[in-house]
């Protein structure tokens, strides 16, 4: 069977070779694929984006040396941080709520202040392998 009536599904333009074929080329291929995926890939893209700034704006004001700081919420504003995303949270016995972004978190003091926190890995969490 000829594809002699058949064009690129992306450009259009004439296709030759085998019948089943639908894209000239390897570039037309990815360009549709991607051009299909994007719709629904650009939410979690966006959401992942900023979840890896927030994580970077929390790192870059802890110290090494510290394990915590206190920052105000408009420093962190300012720096593009966006408090609605964060990874997970964690609620200690005090009942005082962190969020995290990753392995960086914060908890709210008050309106003004924010105490900005490392993930402290804790070595009975590391997962058990079964020897063979």
Wanted: with cysteine; net charge positive.
């Amino acid at each position: 069977m000829s594809n002699q009536n058949q064009n690129c599904v992306d450009c259009g333009a004439p296709l030759s070779g085998r019948s089943d074929k639908r894209f000239c080329d390897d570039y037309c291929r990815n360009h549709y694929n991607n051009k299909m995926k994007s719709g629904s890939n650009n939410l979690i893209r966006n959401i992942n984006n900023a979840l890896k700034k927030n994580r970077n704006i929390l790192a870059g004001i802890l110290n090494e040396e510290d394990d915590t700081v206190k920052v105000s919420r408009e420093k962190l504003l300012e720096s593009g941080f966006l408090f609605k995303y964060g990874t997970h949270s964690y609620t200690n016995k005090k009942g005082n709520v962190y969020i995290y972004c990753y392995d960086y978190g914060y908890l709210k003091l008050d309106q003004d202040i924010i105490l900005v926190v490392r993930l402290k890995s804790d070595p009975l969490d590391k997962p058990n392998f079964i020897k063979g």
